[in-house]
């Protein structure tokens, strides 16, 4: 292929972590070529939209950035369009029709031919859409990152075969296929020896990881349960429980300080995925991050019934209670709908209820709307706009007064944090004294092991990227702390030498 020297390209990225991690995958294949970023789409001569189709919401704004990209073409010249993901792979060559602007369209499992495609509009070929779904029954891939970042995403598993009725992943990512747990310990280990500190292990479904792919080393636990009964892979296949521990117990990814995963069903959920989260001590994954992402969609079985989620409340209410036995400090966060067909007053109730009955950290809240394909299209869309937004309204004030809570209690507390970069905010910059100010320290921002976002001053002048930072917890509002290095911790890991030095 001819180069891409002294080309920029720019990726606006909509949805979900997967999305993200496949930007990233698009940027390093697209870097390979020897292209760089652009910061400004109008600095940039190949433009890829990876679009969302989750939500209707997610799906115009796609489609309003491709509006605004059009500008960039004049008389037939200008930027490579491209749009990809999830709306590329369901809209097809129906984005044509509204953008004949656009170059090309691509899938979810076509992201790998990126480069390919750009070069077969550079070489005079337009409106060709590049979407079948990848038919091989196995999954393997190398993680790709672009640039230095102490956290990486690794997909482990692809599709969804859960059919939620109102979902229209499992028709944009089509079925389960799981990498073999060899496989992403290797990547792992790669990605380690590169300065990884913090891996995200990702897949619509991660719970249900290693369907079909025999145990052939006869990894442990062989088998899973839970409170619900049916768990995803079977007896004699790989599991998610085992990938946790064969990463944490390689000693290639001894470096490694977090392992986080998401997202989860329920259904899924095993027990021997909430042993993983005991102390180390009492048989738990060490590594594993004390936070979990389990979404749960209604607090009423009624409506969980007609979403199609086929577990009760009472099941996921359980699941967290024996997560919080044997990790009292762990962080919960939820996806909720409100103002799914039928729901009534009464039904949102019940969500409520459950924010007060789980204390969930964080809960991402979305009023419903009707996926054209989906079962639940075809049922009648009968909660009114204004009584979705409402009940939208007052489910996320009700959970910033519980964050606000769960949030406080960690005043005067030291927590671990991972260092992500500089925060963005300097309100905490303008409020240090002057000295401070003068010092040539900064404000970082980074995580907690159970995810909460914590700020803090450092008058370091080094960076602080991807260390581990003793911090004493000052200050919290619903949505983030605030807090100061501790020195007497950090004198202790200095001397252990582990992090900062
Ligand atoms: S489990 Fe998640 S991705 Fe799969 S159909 Fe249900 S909501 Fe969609």
């Known amino acids: 292929m001819p180069s891409f020297e002294n080309q920029r390209f720019f990726i606006k990225t909509f949805g979900c972590q997967m999305n993200v991690a496949d930007t990233e995958r698009m940027a390093s294949l697209l870097a390979d070529q020897g292209m760089a970023a652009a910061e400004d789409p109008n600095q940039a001569q190949v433009i890829i939209i990876n679009g969302c189709s989750v939500r209707e919401k997610a799906v115009h704004k796609a489609l309003s950035a491709l509006g605004e990209f059009q500008f960039l073409k004049k008389e037939g010249a200008g930027p490579i369009i491209g749009v990809g993901g999830c709306v590329g792979q369901l809209d097809k060559d129906k984005l044509f029709k509204n953008a004949p602007y656009l170059d090309f369209v691509f899938g979810t499992d076509t992201l790998d031919n990126l480069p390919e495609m750009v070069h077969r509009v550079r070489n005079g070929e337009r409106h060709f859409v590049h979407a ?33 009725t109102y979902c229209i992943v499992p028709y944009t990512r089509g079925k389960e296929k799981s990498r073999t747990i060899d496989e992403v310990v290797s990547d792992v280990a790669r990605l380690v020896a590169t300065g990884v500190r913090e891996i995200t292990l990702l897949g619509q479904n991660v719970n249900s990881f290693g369907k079909g792919n025999p145990n052939v080393r006869g990894r442990v636990p062989s088998e899973l349960h839970n409170i619900i009964g049916k768990v995803g892979p079977r007896a004699g296949e790989e599991n998610f429980p085992q990938l946790l521990r064969a990463i944490d117990q390689d000693p290639r990814c001894a470096d490694l300080q977090r392992i986080r995963f998401t997202s989860s069903h329920p259904l ?135 964050a606000e809570k769960t949030y406080a209690s960690r005043i005067g507390k030291v927590l671990e944090v991972l260092v992500e970069g500089e925060a963005k905010n300097d309100k905490l910059m303008r409020s240090q004294p002057e000295a401070q100010k003068n010092s040539g320290g900064k404000v970082w921002t980074g995580r907690t092991s159970c995810n909460r976002v914590v700020n803090f001053f450092s008058d370091s002048p080094r960076s602080l990227i991807g260390k581990m930072v003793p911090i004493r917890i000052t200050k919290a509002t619903g949505l983030s702390l605030q807090g100061e290095v501790e020195l007497e911790s950090l004198a202790a890991e200095r001397v252990a030498n582990r992090f900062l030095s």
Do not use: W
């Open 132 to 164: 079948d779904f990848d038919k091989s029954l196995d999954y393997s891939t190398e993680t790709k990152v672009f640039g230095f970042k102490a956290q990486a995403f690794v997909n482990i598993m692809k599709g969804c075969d859960k059919y939620c």
């Open 268 to 402: 899924d959920f095993s027990d021997e995925l909430i042993e993983c989260y005991a102390p180390a001590s009492q048989g738990g994954v060490a590594r594993l991050a004390t936070h979990l992402h389990l979404p749960v969609q209604s607090g009423s079985n009624a409506v969980l019934q007609k979403m199609g989620r086929h577990h009760q409340i009472e099941n996921y209410i359980a699941q967290m209670d024996r997560l919080r036995e044997l990790s009292p400090d762990v962080g919960l966060s939820t996806d909720l709908i409100v103002g799914f067909p039928t729901e009534t007053d009464a039904d949102f109730q019940k969500t409520i209820e459950l924010l007060d009955r789980v204390q969930f950290d964080n809960i991402y809240a979305f009023a419903y709307s009707p996926r054209p394909g989906t079962r639940a299209a075809k049922m009648k869309d009968d909660v009114p706009a204004k009584v979705k937004n409402e009940r939208l309204v007052h489910l996320l004030n009700y959970q910033i007064k519980i």
